[in-house]
């Protein structure tokens, strides 16, 4: 017979919406939230929250690294003991990562060559465990982009869909299909409009990003499938009023009969403007899910570091390629760009937690899984105080500690430094 823990005392955070003094149950043999037993005394454990607020725990889909491990870091050259090292620090930097309250994330392997894609994505494959943060499958970012908006992506691995198939440039059909859960790509490439349907039957994501498209462009690829664009703002055209580019689509005329795609944006305060940041969550909010872009600095202390044939600066949250004003990435947690967009655009903490639990969990199709707070889900929880930092998470109920408090406390010292 199964035994519950109940936490109580807190306020549930979920569908954008706070749920006063309501109690939540888990099940603690299948470790997923669980009806209210009929029974009392099957409740073994109770938690309180000391009035705290209870959140399905967060996700990331857009993540290239964490402390220190670049997700593309093995190719053809990596032997059995580069495997071996590659997945204890993976796992290591996974449990780094839970703590600062993201329970899920999808892996982000920047445009690399075939045979890197072969030895990393199976390390991707959807898991569900409790000591670290989950992967959701992996998110390929390239190599079928624009030259002109590459960002820090290697030119020399950028193909197109009419020469190369995209199949084996991924490592072939099985293993997108099994480790694999969101391929961004611009559709003005030749071929690229023509294949999205086809990863759409193998249950991927199509998501449009590194592009040079314009809006009918942006519009045929959601008519033939894409479902969300990447990081919105970088690495495509900029809006103008007579031509809006791939961002119009996040609220197109009714007319058009095409539904919003779904959009990354990360509020970090560097890759894009606050008021544009806001502009873009006041247009479509259900479709607005916030991604850090981090880089395998998030983490790491300031400095010079090396990242392939490149040169990283990291600059707090800054991170430019060397001797450029181009941004290589990000270095903020998620929780950091919850409290910025609710500070931006004036909302609640419970509307901008939607949009890293919800609206990610729709958007990949795991609503029934996770990022929701409905029996059956799995017990994968953050504790918030009402200022949005993490204070706890549980995975599958199993209790972390939050390095987010680490950041509070600094946030509170700062403050009052600058009152005395």
Known sequence: MSTYTKFTNCNLIDNGKVYKSTDLYINNQTKKIAHPPHNKKLITNTIDLQGNYLAPGFLDIQNNGIYGLNYSNLNENSNENDIRMFKSFYNDAMQKYLTTGVTGVCPTVTSNFPAVYKKVLPFYKKSRLSNQSDSLGAHLEG??????????????????????????????????????????????????????????????IFSIGHTMSDYQTGVKAVQNGASMITHLYNAMPQPHHRDVGVIGLINPPHELSIEAPYYGIICDGVHVAPSMANLAYKSNPEKCI??????????????????????????NDRLYLQGTDTLAGAATTLPQCIRNLVQWSNITLAEAVKTVTNNPSISIGLENERGFLNAGCDADLVVLDKDGYVQKVYKLGNEIESSDVVTQTIVNNEKLLASL
């Open 290 to 315: 916030l991604v850090t872009d981090a880089m395998h600095l998030i983490g790491l202390p300031n400095g010079t570091y090396k990242w392939d044939q490149q040169t990283i600066i990291k600059d």
């Open 143 to 204: 190599p079928f982009i624009s030259l002109k908006k590459k960002g820090c992506h290697p030119t020399e691995t950028f193909v197109d869909a009419q020469t190369s198939d995209l199949f084996e440039v991924y490592g072939g059909e099985e293993n997108i299909i099994e480790n694999v859960c969101i391929i961004t790509a611009a559709p003005e490439i030749p071929g690229v409009l023509e294949t999205i349907p086809h990863l759409i039957e193998k249950g991927i």
